[in-house]
């Protein structure tokens, strides 16, 4: 129980969010477009694929070196561009695009499945990330164990030590969850307890909720975990 405690502390603490020495990325209006035509440019990349570098780069706080030589998993991977920017960048890594294909198809995806419900082993990813993956309308209607679930099952497929960054889209941040529906702090409750569950079977599990710059300009928090 003092574990599950330690980790609410953890999580409350980092309400008021890590900003990672961000002040380097200039914050407004365009910032999306200029980060992604830098990416174009360093590396040749279409607009498109370099957008995706950005994302799961700067958007997910994580760098090259994170996911070099990695086993990664794509959860809700959409067209699967993440997995074309690390090849365009350079970076050397097998990644499995996952996605229900409820949105776009079977659009380079490798595994049909529900993040909810992964088809995986225990263990067996280095880096598992979700970015954007949502349901579209958030109602009375929608699971409000969709993200608990999402969480016991991304970390249950990474190994010990391995990476994990979920970006739910402002669901960790309690100005937004305050004026939200009821469902949304439902949703955000339960997830926070199926991460205290987990930490207590983890101890060395290390969670933080960080800022980091979106695709719509703005700011909003991702969770990062370390097995
Ligand atoms: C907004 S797109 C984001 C795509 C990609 N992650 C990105 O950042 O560009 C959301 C994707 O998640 C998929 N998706 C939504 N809910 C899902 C779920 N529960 N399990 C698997 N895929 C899901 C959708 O089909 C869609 O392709």
């Given at each position: 129980?003092?574990?599950?405690?330690?980790?609410?502390?953890?999580?409350?603490?980092?309400?008021?969010?890590?900003?990672?020495?961000?002040?380097?990325?200039?914050?407004?209006?365009?910032?999306?477009?200029?980060?992604?035509?830098?990416?174009?440019?360093?590396?040749?990349?279409p607009?498109?694929?370099?957008?995706?570098?950005?994302?799961?780069?700067?958007?997910?706080?994580?760098?090259?070196?994170?996911?070099?030589?990695?086993?990664?998993?794509?959860?809700?991977?959409?067209?699967?561009?993440?997995?074309?920017?690390?090849?365009?960048?350079?970076?050397?890594?097998?990644?499995?695009?996952?996605?229900?294909?409820?949105?776009?198809g079977?659009?380079?995806?490798?595994?049909?499945g529900?993040?909810?419900?992964?088809?995986?082993?225990?263990?067996?990813?280095?880096?598992?990330?979700?970015?954007?993956?949502?349901?579209?309308?958030?109602?009375?209607?929608?699971?409000?164990?969709?993200?608990?679930?999402?969480?016991?099952?991304?970390?249950?497929?990474?190994?010990?030590?391995?990476?994990?960054?979920?970006?739910?889209?402002?669901?960790?941040?309690?100005?937004?969850?305050?004026?939200?529906?009821?469902?949304?702090?439902?949703?955000?409750?339960?997830?926070?307890?199926?991460?205290?569950?987990?930490?207590?079977?983890?101890?060395?599990?290390?969670?933080?909720?960080?800022?980091?710059?979106?695709?719509d300009?703005?700011?909003?928090?991702?969770?990062?975990i370390v097995?």
């Amino acid at each position: 129980m003092a574990e599950a405690k330690d980790l609410g502390e953890i999580i409350e603490a980092s309400y008021t969010f890590i900003d990672h020495n961000r002040s380097h990325i200039p914050y407004g209006k365009g910032i999306t477009d200029q980060l992604a035509y830098d990416y174009s440019n360093r590396y040749k990349l279409p607009l498109r694929i370099a957008v995706s570098a950005f994302k799961y780069l700067e958007g997910l706080n994580m760098t090259k070196a994170d996911y070099q030589d990695k086993y990664i998993l794509d959860a809700g991977s959409g067209l699967g561009d993440f997995k074309r920017a690390l090849k365009g960048m350079g970076v050397k890594a097998e990644v499995v695009n996952l996605d229900d294909a409820k949105t776009w198809g079977i659009y380079n995806t490798d595994v049909v499945g529900k993040v909810e419900a992964l088809p995986f082993a225990d263990n067996s990813f280095d880096v598992a990330v979700l970015n954007y993956v949502f349901p579209f309308v958030i109602d009375e209607t929608i699971d409000p164990s969709y993200a608990a679930n999402q969480l016991r099952e991304l970390i249950r497929v990474t190994k010990k030590g391995g990476i994990i960054r979920y970006r739910p889209l402002r669901m960790f941040d309690p100005q937004v969850r305050e004026g939200s529906q009821r469902v949304m702090i439902e949703v955000t409750k339960r997830a926070l307890e199926a991460l205290a569950e987990i930490y207590q079977q983890n101890p060395d599990m290390k969670v933080q909720i960080t800022r980091a710059i979106g695709d719509d300009n703005t700011y909003d928090e991702i969770l990062e975990i370390v097995k």
